[in-house]
């Protein structure tokens, strides 16, 4: 069994940072950050491979950074230059291949004022 927890969301103005992080408790593969507004459905936000190959969706390119530190089996998500819609609960995900299985991180609110 693998846990995900995630910290680090919170309320900032629009045009401003926050940095997430995912923890895991076990050996993870690709590890990604989906984001999921109100009425709307779960989008990949970004995605980073074993071997820290990199994707971005369209909509955060050149404004989100994911990175992954191996020693402390932790990605991150530096959101930079924020805007209202990027409003979301924000939930880590990465795939085990020792147990097969998916896991989640429990979610963390990111609220961008404007």
């Known amino acids: 069994q693998v846990q995900l927890v995630e910290s680090g969301g919170g309320l900032v103005q629009a045009g401003g940072s926050l940095r997430l992080s995912c923890a895991a408790s076990?050996?993870?593969?690709?590890m990604d950050w989906y984001r999921q507004a109100p009425g709307k459905q779960r989008e990949s936000v970004a995605v980073?491979?074993?071997?820290?190959?990199?994707n971005y969706a369209d909509s955060v390119k050149g404004r989100f950074t994911m990175s992954r530190d191996y020693a402390k089996n932790t990605v991150y998500l530096q959101m930079d230059s924020l805007k209202p819609e990027d409003t979301a609960v924000y939930y880590c995900?990465?795939?085990?291949?020792?147990?097969?299985?998916?896991?989640w991180g429990q979610g963390t609110q990111v609220t961008v004022s404007s």
């Open positions: 995900h990465g795939y085990s291949y020792v147990t097969g299985r998916d896991y």
């Open positions: 076990g050996s993870i593969g690709a």
């Open positions: 980073i491979s074993r071997g820290g190959s990199l």
